[in-house]
């Protein structure tokens, strides 16, 4: 696998990423390509390499990069997850692509897992120079800030999270040290009857050998939680059409709402596509469900940006 790191600008920071390109890659020859990003807590490193990697060998220019804030990008204050610039770190990784003379640019796809499953549908419902948008394991990080995973949140639970955000912004102004919470439960130690399933799965991929990488901690500035209360990653689907939409899911996920409120919003052409006996995290690296991820991207992006009637 021939790959590259590469570097782009989001405003005033640096954003760091990883171009991935096929085994016969020719420069002097015009490619399709494909933004990979990566769940929230995530870095490049992990679910979009790995998918990343198995796309470009099927002849596509990839680039997978840390979201603003994390990994290896820049970004003050450190993991922030700002729903917004996350979307805007998915434009601006296109401006970086239009640049490269072997990207054609009527030819750009993007992809995202879980929470940028979110975030690339987001971006596509604007964003015109995607012309093909697949989510796998799709989440709304707006709709889970506001409501809690499976929706169990009630008004009050959600004004009095809301509520401690305010508190928190007010002494770190007043110059007490930054909050942070983890995405996950830093070990099964942590579990209670409570913890849901997606936790028990997400803390058994990034903080165990399968998945853990230096670059992500498991920290989250607390006061996110005010930018992602605020998000709608599917709030105008009906924007991406005539421009496909592609949903796929594991059907034994706890989190196919999201998909489904997604796909609801969306106008046609849209699909969704679900693996069997796969949950939520089984999608991020598990075999044999990888590779039929894999294929089913590879059908869509190439009848979107190859004119491809079948991929094997």
Request: hydrophobic share 35%; net charge negative; aromatic share 12%.
């Amino acid at each position: 696998m021939k790959k590259e790191k590469a570097f782009f600008k989001n405003r005033n920071f640096k954003v760091a990423g990883i171009l991935f390109f096929p085994d016969d890659f020719d420069p002097s020859k015009k490619y399709p390509a494909l933004v990979a990003t990566h769940p929230g807590g995530g870095v490049k490193e992990q679910v979009s390499s790995l998918y990343g990697g198995k796309l470009a060998d099927r002849g596509y220019v990839v680039l997978a990069f840390d979201a603003s804030h994390q990994g290896e990008s820049g970004g003050e204050p450190r993991f922030l997850e700002d729903p917004f610039a996350r979307v805007e770190d998915i434009r601006c990784a296109i401006d970086f692509l239009v640049t490269l003379p072997y990207v054609d640019e009527e030819r750009i796809g993007a992809f995202g897992v879980c929470a940028s499953g979110g975030y690339s549908v987001s971006a596509a419902q604007t964003e015109h120079r995607i012309k093909a948008v697949a989510g796998i394991s799709a989440w709304d990080v707006g709709d889970s800030s506001r409501n809690g995973v499976g929706r169990i949140f009630t008004e009050e639970d959600t004004q009095k999270l809301l509520d401690e955000v305010a508190r928190q912004r007010t002494r770190e102004a007043r110059g007490e040290p930054h909050l942070y919470v983890g995405y996950v439960p830093n070990s099964a130690d942590e579990f209670t009857d409570e913890t849901p399933a997606i936790q028990r799965e997400a803390c058994e991929y990034y903080r165990t050998p399968r998945a853990a990488h230096p670059n992500s901690p498991n920290k989250m500035l607390f006061t996110s939680w005010g930018e992602l209360a605020a998000f709608d990653a599917f709030a105008h689907a009906d924007l991406i059409s005539p421009r496909p939409l592609l949903l796929i899911v594991g059907s034994e996920a706890d989190t196919i709402y999201f998909s489904e409120t997604a796909y609801e919003k969306a106008r046609e052409p849209k699909e969704m596509f679900f693996v069997k006996g796969a949950t939520h995290v089984d999608l991020y690296d598990r075999e044999p469900y990888v590779t039929q991820v894999c294929g089913k991207l590879s059908e869509f992006f190439g009848k979107a940006l190859k004119g491809e009637s079948a991929v094997d």
